[in-house]
């Protein structure tokens, strides 16, 4: 039985910040396991585990997730079949994920680039809860995108989509 905890260092983007963190944490990425596995590094291994695409200040988000989300079971790998919810999201996720819209979407942006399912899933469907119930007009204010149809464009959309409106 291992005594000590198995340790790798990661840098973060252009920030040259270096992190020490349990391997058992940083495993939970498949981008990094993936590394660890196809460059033959281990324990003894002092160089450390490149992301240039993850900031520093994520990458730390990231692993505060990690850890707290340690002991999650896995989630199933059947998702065909798995109703999509949004309302799932526990109160602690709900409280991490308390953040401007930037800091959400390059959250977004390094769980999917680092391969960690629970946290795409969980800023995601914080994204859908931003978004379910507006109409477009609310949507583009909350995320402040510019409006490029013609009111001919807009009509012609809507028609073509009333099936999925509300009545």
Known sequence: KQWYQRRVAITAGSDGDIFDVDINIAKQ??????MLDDLGMDEEDDDPVPLAN??????K??????????????????EENMEKRTD??????QDFLKVDQGT???LIL??????IKGLLDVTC?????MIKGKKAEEIRKTFNIKNDF?????????????????P
């Open 104 to 106: 959400l979407f390059e």
């Open 88 to 93: 799932d999201i526990d109160s602690w996720d």
């Open 29 to 34: 990425s498949g981008t990094i396991s993936t």
């Open 54 to 59: 993850v900031s520093a200040m994520i990458l």
């Open 61 to 78: 988000k990231v692993i505060t997730w990690c850890k707290h989300h340690k002991d999650d079971p896995p989630k199933p790998e059947d």
């Open 150 to 166: 013609t009111p001919e464009e807009e009509e012609q959309i809507r028609k073509e989509n009333e099936w999925c409106e509300d």
């Open 125 to 129: 469907k914080t994204v859908a809860n």
């Open 110 to 115: 390094a769980a999917n680039y680092l391969d």
